[in-house]
């Protein structure tokens, strides 16, 4: 059986196929909700789950803070914090 290290982008290269989509895809500020395909991305996330809308992150630690503080605010957020802040 073939295994698959899925723990981060940085384990895999894209193929030519992948680099050639990359390099065509139709790009936009996701910011400013001018993204094609992080719309559609959100759209599909928000239709699935039977929502008005959906928000993507960019990785797993994003999504845990966007679930702290919308459950439990800036103040109590900070709390479950234990580490040093970066300088």
Known sequence: ??????RSDT???PT???SQAMAEAEVGDDVFGEDP????L????ADRMGKEAALF????T?????GLLAQCGLGAARGLCTCAPVA
């Open 1 to 6: 059986m073939k295994v698959v290290d899925l």
């Open 11 to 13: 384990m895999t290269r």
């Open 16 to 18: 030519s196929a992948m």
């Open 37 to 40: 395909t992080v719309n559609a």
């Open 42 to 45: 959100e759209k599909m996330a």
């Open 57 to 60: 992150v960019a990785s797993g």
């Open 62 to 66: 994003m999504g845990t803070l966007v």
